[in-house]
């Protein structure tokens, strides 16, 4: 099992990125899918999760209206679109894979699979 983040960089406040995900060695129709981030001296916190239909997404309060999950299956993989950012979202993003189930698991213990993660890093 693998999962390759990528697109982090370092940007202005207020500018947008998009990360990616690329998943291999999962069977993805099952798994819902997710993005937590970590940042220096901080837990890891939960961010964003899709369901395995992409019909079900739900978003840590402080990214809601500004973050979007989604995934293509078709392609393995799965994105987040992150608009105005700020310098509170700067932190190293982990794209994450679990069994699909109802509701949202924000917790770190309930993912099996992660990514290397990606380094966000946002200039005021």
């Known amino acids: 099992v693998q999962l390759q983040a990528s697109g982090g960089e370092l940007v202005q406040a207020g500018d947008s990125l998009r990360l990616s995900c690329v998943i291999s060695?999962?069977?993805?129709?099952?798994?819902?899918l997710g993005w937590f981030r970590q940042a220096p001296g901080k837990e890891r916190e939960f961010v964003a999760q899709?369901?395995?239909?992409?019909?079900?997404?739900y978003y840590a309060d402080s990214v809601k209206e500004r973050f979007t999950i989604s995934r293509d299956n078709a392609k393995s993989t799965v994105y987040l679109q992150m608009n105005s950012l700020k310098p509170e979202d700067m932190a190293v993003y982990y794209c994450?894979?679990?069994?699909?189930?109802?509701?949202?698991?924000?917790?770190?213990?309930?993912?099996?699979?992660w990514g290397q993660g990606t380094q966000v890093t946002v200039s005021s």
């Open positions: 060695g999962l069977s993805l129709s099952t798994k819902a």
């Open positions: 994450t894979a679990k069994l699909d189930q109802w509701g949202r698991q924000s917790q770190p213990s309930e993912w099996p699979h």
């Open positions: 899709i369901r395995r239909s992409g019909g079900n997404r």
